[in-house]
């Protein structure tokens, strides 16, 4: 919601954010540091998989097109 804001100041503006969740029936999640860390770590390692896989795709595609050459 605020990409610019610093971290460090995020938690002035959740009781706004809260209440404009319950206003507009938007689901609020909260979780603890350490789990929101393993989230992304997750994520950043699901991410890196597709994209290595695909490279190796493209990697060996690109070896079969220059043999049959």
């Known amino acids: 919601l605020f990409p610019m804001m610093p971290r ?8 706004d954010v809260l209440e404009l969740c319950r206003k507009y029936n938007i689901q609020y999640l909260s979780k603890p540091m350490g789990r929101a860390f393993l989230d992304i770590l997750t994520s950043l390692e699901k991410s890196g998989r597709m ?19």
């Open 51 to 69: 994209w290595r896989e695909t490279y190796e795709e493209l990697m060996d595609a690109s070896n079969t097109i220059k043999s049959n050459t």
């Open 8 to 15: 460090h100041n995020l938690y002035k503006i959740q009781p």
